[in-house]
């Protein structure tokens, strides 16, 4: 790791996915420190719409379905010092792997970040898990697998990089304050279902909290320090609004009518540990419950 005086040099920041909800609040949070973070930009796969203030490159595949970056985005890329990739799995893998494949240019950075998913964990039955648990992928949920089979090839670039793994993020215009808004149909009730979630600001500081103190090859956990039911979370923000909650259901009785998705979601519980980023990283939580998370916005 760096020491107190090497933290802030000068970096140049490059952003897989810059548009993205996590990464255009991170850009927009780097600017602000200016003297820290000399140039921001990156790649977006709809550069023509992306509402972002930086410099931003197409992110396509040419024919044969490589990954294709302009000339402007590979010599941005060269400059680069930090690198982060916020792409979620893509249905046939391609743009993640093209980018994994830049390790040649990766291999010269001093940082390198991945967003990943607490959902590698799989199902705990609401127990905790840990960066150090041992991951079976054959009980994953397709999503889990994905994120974890690019986990792994991140870690097989030489490049030095660090895993973000993260719960449902929620923020401005984004959770359950925004669901209640629209006023759902129904609630659903799961008896034991419980999970951990995090604010989109937690992220951003445990971003640059690690891009100052790096660790390569490190997993991190960030999350806030009260799981909870998604029942009890929206319930609380219909409360927030002075809105009366729809009615709620048990889940056996609506499981049929769910999306697969929802249906993936429920099929799992589990709580996470946020300590190793605490320890390490001097992560504090701004938002460590979603009560001030839901509070604040």
Not at 107 to 114: C, E, P
Not at 228 to 245: F, I, Q, R
Not at 280 to 297: A, D, N, V
Request: glycine share 6%.
């Amino acid at each position: 790791m760096k020491d107190e005086d090497q933290q802030h040099y000068p970096k140049s920041l490059f952003i897989f996915g810059i548009s993205g909800y996590v990464a255009n609040r991170l850009a927009n949070h780097c600017a602000q420190l200016a003297s820290e973070f000399v140039e921001i930009c990156g790649t977006s796969r709809r550069p023509t719409t992306s509402q972002t203030n930086f410099p931003v490159y197409p992110l396509v595949t040419d024919k044969s379905g490589r990954l294709s970056l302009s000339k402007a985005a590979l010599e941005a890329l060269d400059r680069a010092t930090h690198v982060l990739s916020t792409v979620p799995p893509s249905s046939d893998n391609t743009l993640d792997d093209g980018i994994i494949e830049l390790k040649a240019k990766l291999g010269k950075l001093d940082w390198a970040g991945y967003l990943s998913t607490t959902g590698v964990y799989g199902d705990r039955a609401g127990c905790q898990a840990t960066e150090d648990d041992n991951i079976d992928i054959h009980h994953l949920t397709d999503r889990g697998k994905a994120r974890y089979t690019i986990e792994e090839k991140w870690r097989k670039t030489g490049s030095p990089v660090h895993i973000f793994r993260l719960p449902g993020i929620y923020g401005p215009e984004r959770g359950p304050l925004v669901k209640a808004r629209h006023a759902s149909k129904y609630l659903i009730d799961k008896e034991n279902h419980t999970f951990c979630r995090v604010h989109v600001d937690d992220v951003i500081q445990a971003l640059i909290l690690s891009m100052r103190r790096p660790n390569p090859g490190r997993i991190y956990n960030i999350c806030d320090e009260q799981p909870a039911s998604s029942l009890e979370v929206s319930k609380y923000a219909y409360s927030l609004l002075n809105k009366e909650c729809p009615p709620v259901v048990k889940y056996d009785e609506i499981e049929k009518e769910l999306s697969p998705t929802l249906r993936s979601y429920y099929s799992e519980s589990r709580v996470i540990s946020n300590q190793r980023a605490k320890d390490e990283l001097r992560f504090s939580p701004i938002h460590p419950t979603y009560r001030e998370g839901l509070k604040r916005q």
